[in-house]
Nanobody
Framework: QVQLVESGGGLVQPGGSLRLSCTASGSIFRINTMGWYRQAPLKERELVAAIITSGDTTNYADSVKGRFTISRDNAKNTVYLQMNSLKPEDTAVYYC????????????WGQGTQVTVSS
């Protein structure tokens, strides 16, 4: 059993910053990818940023490139999302995702944290 616990969401003014954290606990054998997704009202869930652990490759949605940074702490099984220069269109529920496994891979999701960018 694997659990992901998120923290760090909230209300921020346009141009402000927030840092999201997501820590995994439980039976963690191998982390393949760690990522952040978001879902705004009436929209589909979309990938924001991800780290592929082999090679430490990062990917970002075009809409957040240059503003958001994903990073990780291996010792703590934690992934972070530093969000700068936030815009109202960044408002959404943010979910962390860990893809785990060796022969078969499984996706695990955090509970979601609300990020609201508004003046």
């Amino acid at each position: 059993q694997v659990q992901l616990v998120e923290s760090g969401g909230g209300l921020v003014q346009p141009g402000g910053s927030l840092r999201l954290s997501c820590t995994a606990s439980g039976s963690i054998f191998r982390i393949n990818t760690m990522g952040w997704y978001r879902q705004a009202p009436l929209k589909e869930r979309e990938l924001v940023a991800a780290i592929i652990t082999s090679g430490d490759t990062t990917n970002y949605a075009d809409s957040v490139k240059g503003r958001f940074t994903i990073s990780r702490d291996n010792a703590k099984n934690t992934v972070y999302l530093q969000m700068n220069s936030l815009k109202p269109e960044d408002t959404a529920v943010y979910y962390c995702n860990f893809n785990l496994g060796i022969l078969r891979s499984y996706d695990y999701w955090g509970q979601g944290t609300q990020v609201t960018v508004s003046s």
